[in-house]
């Protein structure tokens, strides 16, 4: 490929693209309303915020105990280690960690070292053909990727950003060959390339595209990127243009290409609002899809009412998201609404601030629900509960 088929690339790090920001807010979860027993409606914002930062703090010694001597962390059964170290592992980035110096220096070395001596195939997968991984390993390719991607753009030593840097071009490079091509019929008689990924490669799989694994491929090439490393535009112009096709009138996504039209009723809210997240992301927040993925994810997905399916997926990417809309971004987007209606950081973060420092084992420091285990949650909630912190690109407004 030539030189003008990638997107350009500038390694960035926290040193050069810091906002000025700190706090937290909650994920959706079982059980209570907006405000539990932890954190009092009237707490004044001091102690809101002292409260929620001790809670943080008690969730990321959790991890610190549960990381295993290797450095992998696990869900329930040892299931799933690849997904699970990137996250715990992205979890202590945000904390502002890194491998040279802070607090959780030492786990993410021995993060990165498990990716990069035991879960990196030949071929750059990051992950396992059977086993722990289930023979489903796209979904932690895309986590790893994102994780080592992370974690070069704040590596400082140059040995390891050398090691590093081979890693996640290797791995990029993995997730492109595995990624499931079609030619889609548009209106028009016009022919679209598209392309999403499935649990396996495209060698593997025969064919089963889903979107839940594609968003996560996306936003591990987009941290790549954003790291300096070189990725096909091709390849992400394929994969966003098959979250267009999967979208359907009523401006959700479907599950899979592959289960035929995007017709009402199909939807999936928690892929609409990974598809947002990664559409952000690529700084496209006015964009007809952007606009209609938004405001199915704003009249479709509750929060602070209760579990729903998928609950702590959902909650990551929606967070993101509108953790980027801010409290005016919505707004321009949809400039003909009421304000009183718009979709806000500030009313999400006081809605589901609360919950979350209750909903915490005050023992463990671990939050226990969902079915995939303590890390996978704490990870996720420790993610959304730092996201103001905007120490990493893939995470800032």
Known sequence: MTADQFFPASRLSRRRFLPAA?????????????HGAG????DKPEELKKKTEDCVDKALEYL??????????????????VAM????????????????EGKYSEQIAKAVDWFLTKSQQPNGLLGFNQGSD???????????????????????????????????KKAVEFTGKAQINRKHSAAGGKTIDIGGWGYTSAQENGGGDEGSITVTQLQALR?????????SKEVMDKAMAFLEVCTTPNGGLIYSYANGQAVNGSERPPITAAAVACSFSAGQYKGEY??????????KIPYAKGRIAHDEYQSYYFAQFVYVLGDDRYGGMFPTEDKSTWLTWSKYKDAMYPYLVEQQDKSSGAWTSGFIG????????LTILQLEKGILPIYQR
Request: aromatic share 8%.
């Open 22 to 34: 700190a706090g937290a807010l909650g994920a959706l979860g079982a059980g209570l309303g907006v």
């Open 39 to 42: 954190l009092a409606a009237d």
């Open 64 to 81: 610190k105990r549960s990381q295993a001597a290797d450095g992998k962390w696990t869900g329930n059964n040892g299931a799933y280690p």
């Open 85 to 100: 170290t990137a996250l715990a592992g992205m979890a202590m980035l945000m904390e502002g960690s890194n491998l040279k």
């Open 134 to 168: 289930f023979g489903s390993y796209m979904h932690g390719h895309g986590f790893g990727t994102m994780f080592l991607a992370c974690a070069y753009g704040e590596a400082e030593d140059k040995e390891q950003q050398q090691k590093l840097e081979k890693a996640v």
């Open 223 to 231: 941290a790549a990127r954003n790291s300096g490393i070189a990725v």
């Open 290 to 299: 952007a606009k209609k993925w938004v405001k199915f994810c704003k009249d």
């Open 374 to 381: 303590p890390v996978y949650t704490t990870a996720i909630n």
